[in-house]
């Protein structure tokens, strides 16, 4: 029989419906059972993409003796880390403080009061390789809360204490100066692997908002080494396997150092944000290899990841038919029984397929080579070459769409559908693709209405008709940030008003108003055992650091002293971090790099949609100006509460043509006409 998650909407939690344990979701029901029983509560959290998850479900979960193992001592409850990221911040602290290290799936155990007093990842069903077995772990467990249940309840307590000063996140002083760039980008370079790209050794991660920080300190300085540190990141992670070099689209990570082997689950938040690091590229270098890579990772994002009714699914699992990267790895056999001995023979070459792989007896596709090395050793034209790989590409795609397709996570979360919409806005101008823009408005109207309570407060999750849970932080940063993009894109100011409106619910919600940031949690959320402030980058921005940023943009265009003032509370909170660690707070450094400026305020009078005006706005979109402000309008005309009034009050146009003024440091240029204005150092 199913149990109480068969109820639910997520598919991580639907995954585990038919297990033996007697699974609950989060929520009253379960909590006033632990206390009313006087139960532990075993917490288990993960997502539907997780390997491991998936592992310890199979091993442990769907075990029937430690299924009733479970069943007989402790209220159990199985969370999607992706629909309540606020349970998954504060237990994994609790992990990391216990374990020294975190990750999924977390598996926490806690009093009836839900304060932590044990806790660990995955484990296996019995003892190996030196692990405790889960089942060694319940035993344990039980004979701790049956025999030394005050030393677990002091333990517990203890462990809250330090959760909720961790909660505060009380930085305390610290200088907040232009010098923090160059204290950053020294901190990048030390890291910097010279030989493969990226930072650090394996596992790699691909960092992109502190690529995206380099770029600008590149612009900022014109130093030639930060900008040939990004590129060859972007191009090495783009030849690697965690690149999918036939669908598009980025992998988790790397678990080498050379960018080959991912970890295979495909995760929205990463091919927004790194799909943006490829178009910057593109607009700071003119390569259009950067735009080929963003325009690949976009596309497989609307062909696989996109819901009809507008918004974006969050991932694509790791697994297929039970095997870890399955759909995407082959074999010399299945090439050429595709595309024949000829056509098979360059590509293998190429793509670095081999009798042996290089993944578990299979071959992950990556271009270990440049193609001009590849055709001079293959003695082929590279043009012919070119256009052959292409249509093989084509052709074993084909093939592959007939393989059992890993699992789609299809729910919708605000967030991370917050910088797909940013991603796609941007890309749109740069690369001179409208469909992007026609995907990114679709996806902000869905959210607008679906996702959206009564009193416009949003909701954070959406699945199949279904809008849940109250929105966090992050959800509304992220959505204020793309509306602001979308807005520069398409200059429909409803966008501009729908993100003062939710910038407001910002600062009455989330606000510490004593130590300046925000809370990742609005004022009247579920009590949780701490409140957390999130200024740390993990794969996503921070709430913190993206709230700052969205503020800053929102300030600057609306001329809102409030917002500005938020944004700088925030950047003074996370200051000392700034200095310390400053890869940890890469999108904060890039609110703050608008901030330091200078940020060309660029206003144009003209109609958007007539060829003058468009040739002044594809101009700029093609230029690599990534502080700039944009507005546009075709007259000076508008409602005296529209939030654009203060930018527009007293320009006035000067002939039929488009008339541009550029504004920095408080101090404007004489108004242009034409196509000239953005030829200007800005």
Partial sequence: MPNRLAQETSPYLLQHAGNPVDWHPWGPEALA?????????????????????????????????????????????????????????????????????????MSVFLTPDLQPFFGGTYWPPASRMGMPGFDQVLEAVTDAWQNRRDKALEQAAELTEHLQHAGAADFGQAELSPRLLQIALARLERNFDREHGG?????????????????????RTGQADVLAMVTHTLFRMAAGGMYDQLGGGFHRYSVDARWLVPHFEKMLYDNALLAQCYVEAFLATGDADHARVARETLDYVLREMTDPAGGFHSTQDADSEGEEGKFFVWTPAEIEAILGPEAARAFNYVYDVTPAGNFEGHSILNLPKPLAACAKILNRDLNVLTTELARSRQQLFAAREQRVHPALDDKVLVAW??????????????????????????????????????????????RRGSARFDAYLDDYACLVNALITLYE?????????????????????????????FFYTASDHEQLIARQKDFYDNATPSGNGMAATALVRLGKVTGRADFLSAADGTMRGAARLMHESPSAVGQTFLAFDMVVGPTPEIVILGDPN???????????????????????????????????????????????????FICENFTCQAPVTGKAAPGTSS
Avoid at 616 to 636: E, I, M, Q, S
């Fill in 489 to 517: 894109a398409s200059f429909d100011e409803r966008w501009i008003a729908e993100a003062v409106r939710l910038a407001d619910l910002v600062l009455s919600l989330f606000a510490d108003r004593d130590r300046g940031g």
């Fill in 33 to 105: 059972r632990a206390k009313t029983e006087d139960r532990p509560i075993f917490l288990s959290i993960g997502y539907s993409a997780c390997h491991w998850c998936h592992v310890m479900e199979h091993e442990s979960f769907e075990n029937p003796a430690i299924a009733a193992r479970m069943n007989e001592h402790f209220v159990c409850i199985k969370v999607d880390r992706e629909e309540r990221p606020d349970l998954d911040q504060v237990y994994m602290n609790a992990v990391q403080m216990m374990t020294g290290r975190g990750g999924w799936p």
């Fill in 610 to 660: 007539s060829a003058d005006t468009a040739a002044v706005l594809a101009d700029l979109r093609h230029r690599y100006l990534p502080n700039k402000v944009v507005a546009c309008r075709a007259g000076t005309e508008t409602a005296s509460n529209s939030p654009l009034s203060e930018l527009f009050a007293g320009r006035k146009a000067i002939g039929p043509e488009p008339t541009v």
């Fill in 199 to 219: 930072f650090g050794a394996a596992p790699k991660f691909p960092h992109p908002m502190d690529l995206r920080l380099m770029l600008r300190i590149w612009r």
């Fill in 417 to 462: 559908n917050g910088l797909m919409i940013d991603s796609l806005a941007q890309a749109a101008g740069a690369l001179d693709e409208p469909r992007y823009l026609a995907a990114a408005a679709k996806a902000a109207d869905f959210l607008l209405t679906t996702l959206r309570r009564d009193d416009g407060r949003l909701l954070h999750s959406w």
